[in-house]
């Protein structure tokens, strides 16, 4: 049995994550806007962008890219979906940059 935790979920998703990438041939530019892509398709929640918003950073990536990602599969996922993800990208860049403001404070 595995060692127990207090974040089960998200310790289970972190592993799942590293495991992938270690998998993947892609370059992590390319791999962080595929996943983007993919959690438009799938109609995610702000906190699924979270996770990837540090490794986008430290791959480089810029809001055009993003954008571009979104301009792309719009065709395929539609309008509704993309405008979706992008309302969730801010709200998870906001949710980002309010933890970050409050432990630069000291009050998280």
Known sequence: MATAS???????????????VERCGLA????????IAAL?????PPISYIAHI???????????QVQDVLVAIAPVVG???VMTAAGN?????GITIAV?????????
Do not use: F, H
């Not at 992590?28 to 996943?35: N, V």
């Not at 990208?89 to 860049?93: T, V």
């Not at 432990?103 to 998280?108: F, N, T």
């Open 89 to 93: 990208i801010a709200k998870a860049l």
């Open 28 to 35: 992590p530019d390319t791999l962080l806007l595929t996943r």
């Open 6 to 20: 207090e974040t089960p979920v998200l310790d289970t998703i972190a592993a799942m994550t590293v495991d992938s």
């Open 100 to 108: 970050a403001d409050a432990e630069a404070q000291g009050s998280v």
């Open 79 to 81: 309008t509704a979906r």
């Open 54 to 64: 540090d490794p986008a950073i430290q791959a480089g990536l810029t809001a055009e």
């Open 40 to 44: 438009a398709a799938s109609d995610a």
